[in-house]
């Protein structure tokens, strides 16, 4: 069975790349029928914090991901850790190391002076001898020596790293007991049963740790996908401004969670050159073999293009629902199905969905200065006063009615459409741009529609 998870540290928000390796996790193991699991790597207690885990909860509540069971926290594993840095000192995996912050300082300050690489020179090893007074020791795991570690990720293809270039006999636990992040990543990873652990590149020089700890306790290793970054368009690393941001702010700027997931497969995925893509498509489509090797750019101008596809299309139901969020409530407009449907077209996020529906729905608060100049002018009293009188004796109610009464008030007066709609637009919205003219005086009403032209004839 598949087994993938998320292992996210809460010690800020949730940013698009975690998001992306989120997503990447969740269709692979969806896909083979596996499980997807979420783990919090709570250890570095300073830098948690209680709001950062509610943000990732909140994100995968928001995009829909759902984990199997219940989350793991690293905080609450200790013992089990302490478990496994007993057996390995007990079969002599790991030893202590008693060397003082001033000899690790010496050591470091003269590898420099001679132009090597920082690394611990193993000198408690081997160490027989009497520990010195008043140190509490670390615990350094013993490194294989002279190796190489090799692995196939699934992504970068054969990766190897020489143990006497790069690994020392790294912390497993610091002298106040507490383990190390790489021990207690295999740990879990381990014990959590992964089959695939899918993450950022920014992780692949902790997998030859990692891999020695599974070594030291007989553990499997599971597959590796180090998936690249997201870049900017400029090639830099992503910045705040660029996108880098909370995941849960493209909620607030008005991104539907279908569009978000959507960009964030394509970031870095491709199937042919397909960019749209249902939950549905992803579930069947994705492999994590298909991931670019290379880094990706991020592209805002798509991820709008890509929402103002899926305002097309969901429903009127789930337009609503997002719109609430957003701190507008249509769902008793008796109008709502036409709200959407003459402004999906043109709003790219809720957010424009939201501005245009309530320029339509508020009386203007003032009357757009450029409008009124252009439009307003010649005789548009005299033909607003004439069509208001029309519309009082008539009794439309939908877009249709409203055309016909109007079509035939123009016919019979020989008035050109312009000379009335930007008038009457203006009247509705305070301004000269608004979707079909019929459909706006249809969503207001008749009621309404008498009052705001009402009020537009009052004013100048
Ligand atoms: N906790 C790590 C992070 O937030 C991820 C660790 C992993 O995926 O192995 O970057």
């Not at 302490?82 to 470091?108: F, P, V, W």
């Not at 109008?335 to 809720?350: F, G, M, P, Q, V």
Request: glycine share 6%.
């Amino acid at each position: 069975m598949t087994i993938t998870r998320f292992a996210p540290s809460p010690t800020g928000y949730l940013h698009i790349g975690g998001l992306r390796t989120a997503l990447y996790s969740y269709l692979w193991a969806r896909k083979n029928s596996g499980k997807f699991l979420l783990r919090i790597e709570d250890t570095d207690q300073k830098r948690n914090s209680f709001e950062a885990m509610e943000a990732i909860k909140q994100v995968f509540d928001w995009v829909g991901l759902e984990y199997d069971g219940d989350v793991y926290y690293q905080s609450k594993r200790f013992d089990l850790y302490k478990k496994y840095i007993d057996q390995l000192l007990n079969e002599g995996k790991a030893y202590k190391c008693y060397m003082s912050k001033e000899e690790l300082t010496a050591l470091r300050e003269e590898q420099m002076a001679n132009k090597q690489r920082a690394k611990y020179d193993g000198r408690y090893r081997d160490f027989e001898g009497t520990p010195p007074q008043g140190i509490e020791p670390v615990i350094r795991i013993k490194a294989p020596q002279n190796t190489i570690i090799e692995f196939e990720d699934g992504i970068k293809g054969k990766v190897s790293f020489n143990t006497d270039d790069i690994l020392d006999d790294f912390i497993i636990a610091r002298s106040d007991g507490t383990p190390t992040y790489n021990f207690v990543v295999a740990i879990d990873d381990a014990l959590m049963g992964l089959t695939d652990v899918i993450r950022g590149d920014d992780h692949l020089s902790n997998t030859p740790k990692q891999i020695i700890v599974y070594q030291a306790l007989g553990f499997d290793i599971p597959k590796f996908y180090h998936v690249p970054m997201i870049l900017n368009p400029q090639g830099k690393k992503l910045s705040k401004r660029d996108g880098a941001m909370d995941a849960m702010d493209y909620k607030t700027l008005g991104y539907f969670p279908e569009a978000l997931l959507n960009f964030l497969v394509r970031l870095g995925w491709s199937h042919g050159d397909q960019e749209v893509f249902s939950m549905q498509e992803m579930l069947e489509l994705f492999d994590p073999k298909d991931i670019n090797k290379s880094a990706s750019a991020y592209n805002g101008e798509k991820l709008l293009w890509l929402n103002s596809n899926y305002m097309k299309t969901l429903s009127y139901e789930r337009i609503i629902d997002d719109l609430k969020d957003l701190e507008l409530d249509i769902s008793a407009h008796p109008k709502k199905e036409l709200l959407i449907d003459s402004h999906r077209e043109r709003a790219k996020t809720l957010v424009e969905l939201k501005t245009q529906i309530e320029s339509i729905i508020n009386k203007p608060r003032e009357y757009d200065a450029k409008a009124v100049k252009k439009f307003l002018k010649g005789e548009w009293k005299e033909i607003l006063t004439k069509f208001l009188e029309i519309l009082k004796q008539n009794s439309p109610e939908n877009s249709q009615d409203f055309e016909e009464m109007t079509v035939k008030f123009m016919e019979e007066n020989d008035i050109k459409l312009g000379k009335l709609a930007q008038p009457i637009r203006i009247a509705i919205t305070g301004s000269s741009v608004s979707p079909s003219v019929y459909d706006t005086m249809a969503i207001i009403g008749k009621d309404e529609l008498v009052s705001r032209i009402e009020n537009l004839l009052g004013t100048f």
